[in-house]
T-cell receptor, first 114, second 116 residues
Framework: AQSVTQLGSHVSVSEGALVLLRCNYS??????LFWYVQYPNQGLQLLLK??????LVKGINGFEAEFKKSETSFHLTKPSAHMSDAAEYFC????????????FGTGTSLTVIP | NAGVTQTPKFRILKIGQSMTLQCTQD?????MYWYRQDPGMGLKLIYY???????DKGEVPNGYNVSRSTTEDFPLRLELAAPSQTSVYFC???????????????FGNGTRLTVT
């Protein structure tokens, strides 16, 4: 079965510092990978996705993620954190074996310190 | 566009009561999903549907039922509510065209349910 591991349930960064949120997945076939963001009392919104092609994917709000097959990773980064980036971030995976299902990580709560 | 709309936003149930969580989408998406979100546990799939008249179980279906009579609506029914069903419930939809599994999910804002 597919699984997603997000290292670090809570991450704190200073405003202006690099944001790095880690995601590792398991999949026996080429995966489709997603990062979602959840603001308080809201649903999840898509940040970016990797399906095929370029392994460096750019998303909204200055975030990007790199698919590394050899490391089975899809870490999310942003060069300079902004206060508005404080939220919960979820990594998710699907593939042709998941039967139309998406598997989510347990989430990482990002705090931005002024 | 309204996107995915869930009602109600909040609900408190007593043990043993029943209720239906409503979900409707106006994007003509064929796939619809119900997830529950518990602290530190991420999202767990309850049920999903690939089109009107077709539903299937996810990871945690026990205690729930669904139906999909139209493309737009995908209600989730809780029978005999239990404290373990206290959670935040999210409905989501996606469009699966010629390449399945790569279309992102569109989420509603959730229903916060407490069973006491």
């Amino acid at each position: 079965a597919q699984s997603v591991t997000q290292l670090g349930s809570h991450v704190s960064v200073s405003e202006g510092a690099l944001v790095l949120l880690r995601c590792n997945y398991s999949s026996s076939v080429p995966p489709y990978l997603f990062w979602y963001v959840q603001y308080p009392n809201q649903g999840l919104q898509l940040l970016l996705k990797y399906t095929t092609g370029a392994t460096l994917v750019k998303g909204i709000n200055g975030f990007e993620a790199e698919f590394k097959k050899s490391e089975t990773s899809f870490h999310l980064t942003k060069p300079s954190a902004h206060m508005s980036d404080a939220a919960e971030y979820f990594c998710a995976v699907s593939d042709t074996n998941t039967g139309n299902q998406f598997y989510f990580g347990t989430g990482t709560s990002l705090t931005v310190i002024p | 566009n309204a996107g995915v709309t869930q009602t109600p936003k909040f609900r408190i149930l007593k043990i043993g009561q029943s209720m239906t969580l409503q979900c409707t989408q106006d994007m003509n998406h064929n796939y619809m999903y119900w997830y529950r979100q518990d602290p530190g546990m991420g999202l767990k799939l309850i049920y999903y549907s690939v089109g009107a008249g077709i539903t299937d179980k996810g990871e945690v279906p026990n205690g729930y039922n669904v139906s999909r009579s139209t493309t737009e609506d995908f209600p989730l029914r809780l029978e005999l509510a239990a404290p373990s069903q206290t959670s935040v419930y999210f409905c989501a939809s996606s469009y699966s065209g010629s390449v399945p599994y790569n279309s992102p999910l569109h989420f509603g804002n959730g229903t916060r349910l407490t069973v006491t």
